[in-house]
């Protein structure tokens, strides 16, 4: 049994699945105690992270992010890597319970005993998904996965959160779709560290090779997120595997250039300070909104905006006095 | 469309005795989304296309036969299989005695996948839902004493076609019959294997080339043997309602027409081969309607093809009653349920008919039921006096109609199909195992809201049930029967030849060679069952599949009493504050059952309650399904079976999580679970069981209860 937070932290140091997977329940729970002791926790592991290499995986739901990941996973397993895969669904919003279904599709990758697969309701809530898959990225790292990937689905704003918690993102398209930027927006690509082209098998071949050269002259007109890499386009196929390895060559190569010129670093250093600025926000938001004071104001408040019997900045103005005099009511 | 003349004077009668209501209000919207009036008459047969023609010609509304039952009666073909080849041999020697007339054999589910009896991901499986076959000694020891030459045999096999056909096509060269004699019917329809049942070994790609290789083969030198049975008995089981069973078992059937046309075959030397098996449920006019529009489509898309003979667009069928409409509660209703639906198959024009036993909600069908079953179509067909008339329904006002509605509805689902570049494409696309996921989780809804009436499961329930009959049970030395077997057989064989065979097999499997030919060398060198599998699968690969669920639907058509509904979402959310999380569910198929529908149906539903829901593929071993769980750290893991596996396979589960430090989780376990083994399971740990036709929102209710008690209390 595990209970005080020494013990947690002992299983993970020493590779215990079970540990793991409770500490993710912690993190991820809604409970303020929970979230606290996870934090005890994640504070402890610390020190033995940041040595893994730590990828995001995008792209509209059908594009093949499951299956990419199979295929992916499995050949780093099988080259000696440790593997943790974070799979973010979306809850079904009508009442707030979620299908998990990513492992149907990694099917091989689900029993392999170097892989780690968590796939975990997003809960409606995006800054959700940021918060707890940073945390949970940490705490595989710890308990010896080196290869870190997470999945979102392409639809919403996860995917930006995402992209700023990892080394490499990798945005996932199909061929055919392409003229609308199939719904991905414009603001993912700019983010990506490589566009691949998944299904790139029988006969999509040349549809996904077509789709290609679309993508380079799209990306040709965007600013390069990084003055040391080009985001390169790919094809592969998830199901046969052609082109699979060629990615992993991509993010090695982008990982030793960015660690030679430096940027590597720079990037981890920006992104915990943007993680901290995030969590600040997020906490004094959640400070603010919760106070029962600033509750019951907001709602009547609103009310009276929208009966055009105050002005929003009158109502924003009288919603923010309160701030000083609410000082010690967190909970 | 005109009225009868006397139309609007009924209509106020009828008003007037509806104190006032409008008749229309009477009308039904079916399951199938046709609107069924109280009353027809002849002007709704006006210009109807399919109504008054004759039986034996085109287009076969009526028939394919010129004199259908007045001639000659449909055959009596029960489906059976269990243990071991030689009970099933005497199982079947019984039947054929007491006036069945065909055979037709149910395989294990490890047989299905291609694995031999000794494969450990099988362990669970053998000589349970079916027979368990290795090699072709065992096929000799199935059919002794049965002379193929006479006896028709059909063959309920799709993955592991290859050894199984060429099993029984040796069986029979030493009993001295030669490959022409032979006549039956394999079902070989491997495309509705990826839209429910799952028993495929191969992808779709090599798979419908193994079936073009077994027609090639078979209209050469097997005339009366039927290729394939274009199954839509599978679909109505998983849920699908009349019109897609119809549409998408002819989708089907077009596909297969394709690949053997593209393989260069002629369309008569193996259209009129085609055999097609439907199923047959609760809905007695619409099933008979069924199987008249089915006859209809199918005539009109044969056409296309421009076939010279008749019998090539000439649909004819098997038929069985539904499994699922079977009830664990209060099961001798379910012999009344059955005599329904022969009827129903009868009234429809079937060739062939298997009637179930009262038992299977249970268990296997022991002698007695078996008996009760059979019995129930030799009365139909020998006492009731029914046999005398042809399609004795037709140019009934209201069964034309449906038929007709039945034809308009399906054909637009074809057209949608055959947009997508036809049925291997939607498939793909995942369009049709949605229509038939959101089909079943509705009708789940109807049920479990009172709507859809099953008596003893939602309506007239007993006080307390109990089971007054043996069930049978397959005793657990199947597995080392057969395991001694098999190595007795790899002890006394040329090892060299069976090598040389399997080389063959291997090279054709990559060169274009036919399969079937090039399996029989390797089937009488003694090569297993799992040996030819895997010659084959070493080019093709073993298929996986993606499991997709839909939400939603469930709760869509919970419109009713939502009382139940809420309060159980009440009671989610209450976790959720209180744990910091929703109540999470692990739901798992282990062993080699690939029935999906419950399992699915749990976790949409679940979903709609509040419940996050891991699914895990399919064909789990129990130590896969612990890892699964201690992973995602679930509360419950809920073990669907229906394949009699759950004795082995769920105290196998807790002993895992057990060993993997998750003896916190709690097991449930659900489906077709005889009573008599529940007392087994709670020993083992298990924390509850749910029958077949446990409503959602009672097992999730008591789900909950547990986990509140465990986490809450
Ligand atoms: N032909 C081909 N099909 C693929 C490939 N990758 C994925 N697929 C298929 O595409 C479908 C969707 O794949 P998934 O891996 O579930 O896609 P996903 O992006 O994870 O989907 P969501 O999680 O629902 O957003 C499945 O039927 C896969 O078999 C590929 O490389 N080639
Ligand atoms: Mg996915």
Request: proline content about 5%; aromatic content about 6%; hydrophobic content about 40%.
């Amino acid at each position: 049994m595990l209970k005080s937070p020494e013990e947690y932290v002992e299983g993970i140091l020493s590779h215990d699945r079970l540990a793991l997977a409770r500490t993710i329940t912690l993190i991820e729970s809604t409970l303020p105690a929970h979230q606290e002791r996870a934090r005890i926790i994640v504070n402890q592991l610390l020190p033995h992270t940041g040595k893994g290499i730590r990828i995001g995986i995008t792209g509209v739901p059908g594009a093949g992010k499951s299956t990419y990941i199979e295929t992916f996973g499995t050949m780093l397993t099988e080259i000696g890597h440790k593997v943790a895969v974070l799979a973010i669904d979306p809850s079904s919003s009508r009442s707030g319970g979620s299908i998990l279904g990513d492992k149907t599709r990694m099917e091989k990758l689900a029993v392999n005993p170097k892989a780690f697969i968590r796939p975990s309701p997003s809960s409606g809530t995006l800054g959700g998904v940021g918060r707890k898959t940073r945390e949970t990225m940490l705490v595989c790292e710890a308990a010896g996965y080196d290869v870190a990937i997470i999945e979102t689905v392409g639809v919403g704003q996860s995917e930006t959160t995402v992209s700023s918690m990892v080394d490499f993102f990798l945005v996932l398209m199909i061929a055919g779709a392409g003229d609308e930027l199939q719904g991905i927006k414009k603001g993912v690509l700019e983010v990506a560290d490589a566009i691949v082209i998944n299904k790139a098998d029988g006969d999509n071949v040349t549809r996904a090779e077509i789709a290609q050269r679309e993508y380079e002259t799209a990306l040709h007109m965007l600013m390069p997120n990084s003055p040391n890499w080009t985001p390169p386009v790919l094809t592969c196929s998830s199901i046969n595997g052609n082109g699979i390895d060629k990615i992993w060559e991509t993010i090695k190569e982008h990982r030793t250039k960015l660690t030679d010129c430096g940027e590597m670093a720079s990037k981890r250093k920006t992104q915990a300070l943007d993680w901290m600025s995030f969590l600040l926000d997020d906490g004094l938001r959640q400070w603010f909104y919760n106070t029962p004071d600033v509750k019951k104001a907001l709602n009547e408040l609103q009310k009276d905006v929208e009966s055009k019997n105050t002005s929003p900045t009158a109502a924003a103005d009288m919603l923010l006095r309160f701030l000083p005099t609410i000082g010690s009511t967190t909970d | 469309m005109s009225k009868h003349p006397e139309y609007q004077k009924w209509a106020e009668l009828a008003s007037k005795q509806m104190k006032g209501k409008a008749v229309d209000k009477l009308d039904w919207m079916t399951p199938e989304g046709i609107n069924v009036k109280p009353l027809y008459t002849a002007e709704d047969l006006e210009g109807m296309e399919s109504a008054n023609t004759l039986p034996g010609m085109a287009p076969y509304v009526r028939g394919p036969m010129a004199t259908m039952y007045a001639g000659r009666p449909w055959t009596i073909r029960q489906y059976a299989g269990f243990s071991t080849a030689k009970e099933s041999n005497a199982f079947y020697h019984k039947a054929l005695a007491a006036g069945q007339k065909g055979l037709s054999v149910a395989f294990d589910l490890a047989t299905h996948r291609g694995y031999d009896s000794d494969h450990p991901r099988v362990a669970g499986d053998i000589g349970k839902a079916g027979v368990a076959i290795d090699s072709v000694e065992d096929m000799k020891i199935l059919f002794d004493g049965i002379p193929l030459d006479k006896m028709s045999v059909s063959m309920t096999m799709n993955g592991a076609v290859i050894p199984i056909l060429a099993g029984y096509i040796v069986a029979a060269e030493e009993q001295g019959v030669s490959h022409d004699q032979l006549s039956g019917t394999i079902q070989n329809d491997i495309l509705k294997e990826y839209l429910t049942r799952n028993t495929y070994i191969y992808p779709p790609g090599p798979s419908m080339r193994i079936i073009s290789d077994i027609m090639e083969f078979c209209s050469t030198t097997m005339p009366k043997y039927n290729t394939i049975s274009i199954s839509g008995y599978h679909m109505m089981e998983a849920g699908a309602n009349s019109v897609l069973q119809t549409a998408f078992t002819l989708a089907d059937g077009v596909e297969y027409v394709k690949a053997a046309l593209k393989s260069g075959m002629d369309i008569d030397t193996f259209a009129p081969r085609l055999s097609f098996f439907f199923g047959i449920g609760m809905n007695f006019f619409m099933d008979i309607s069924m199987l008249r529009a089915a006859r209809f489509l199918w005539y009109r898309l044969m056409s296309q093809f421009n076939p010279k003979n008749p019998k090539s667009s000439m649909l004819r069928t098997h038929c069985q009653t539904s499994g699922w409409s079977l009830t664990e509660q209060d099961p001798y209703n379910n012999v009344i349920r059955t005599t329904m639906e022969a009827m129903t198959a009868v009234l429809g024009g079937t060739q062939s008919l298997h009637t179930n036993s009262f038992d299977e909600a249970i268990g296997l069908p022991t002698d007695f039921s078996a008996r009760i079953a059979r019995n129930t179509q030799i009365i139909v067909q020998e006492e009731s006096q029914i046999c005398h008339v042809i399609d004795p329904l037709g140019g009934s006002y209201y069964v034309e109609s449906l038929t007709d509605s039945i034809i308009s509805e399906a054909q637009k689902i074809i057209d949608e199909i055959e947009e997508l570049g036809g049925m291997a494409k939607a498939i793909e696309t995942g369009m049709p195992k949605m229509r038939i996921e959101e089909s079943a989780a509705r009708k789940q809804a109807l049920i479990d809201q009172g709507l859809d009436v099953i008596v003893g499961v939602n309506k007239y329930k007993l006080e307390d049930e109990k089971i007054d009959f043996d069930v049978r049970e397959v005793p657990g030395t199947v597995r080392d029967e057969q395991v001694a077997r098999l190595k007795e057989i790899k002890a006394t064989r040329d090892q060299t030849a069976v090598e040389k065979a399997l080389a063959d097999l291997t090279a054709a499997a990559q060169n274009d060679g036919n399969l079937l030919e090039a399996a029989l060398p390797a089937v009488r060198a003694r090569a297993t069952v799992g040996e030819i599998s895997d010659a084959m699968e070493s080019v093709f690969g073993r298929f996986v599949a993606t499991t997709r669920c839909i939400s939603g639907a469930y709760s869509s058509e919970y419109k009713g009493d939502s009382g139940a509904i809420d309060e159980i979402k009440k009671r989610t959310t209450t976790f959720l504050e209180k744990q910091g999380r929703r109540p999470r569910l692990l739901v798992t198929k282990m062993g080699q059952d690939g029935h999906d529908r419950g399992f699915k149906i749990v976790a949409s539903a679940y979903a709609d309650l509040g419940f996050d829901v891991d699914i895990s593929p399919m064909f789990q071993t129990p130590e896969e399904a612990a890892k699964m769980a201690i992973e995602n750290d679930v509360h419950v893991v809920g073990a669907s079976s229906l394949a009699a596996g759950h004795k082995s396979l769920i105290p196998a589960l807790i002993e895992e999580l057990k060993k993997a430090g998750g003896e916190e989780i709690l097991v449930v376990a659900g489906g077709v679970i005889p009573p008599g083994d529940y007392d087994f399971l709670f020993d083992s740990g298990v924390k509850a069981v749910f029958g077949p036709g446990t409503p959602i929102p009672e097992s999730a209710g008591k789900t909950l209860t547990l986990l509140e008690e465990k986490y809450l209390g």
